[in-house]
């Protein structure tokens, strides 16, 4: 598990393609109760990370 912080993913609509169901059910579970984190699985944080990134390099070319 990795604990990552709500509002720079909640809170960024852009990133939402590419947040993994788990880990926007728990980013949301999160924001409404108030925290400021959110534990996810390590493996979907990496792959929502490595997709953003993905999507930002197609954008360059």
Known sequence: MI???VDKYYSNRAYY???PGSVFDALEK???SGKETALV????YETM???INASLCREQL
């Open 49 to 51: 990370v490595s997709n």
């Open 3 to 5: 604990e990552i912080n």
């Open 30 to 32: 999160a924001y409404l």
């Open 17 to 19: 393609p590419f947040i």
């Open 41 to 44: 699985q390590k493996c979907d």
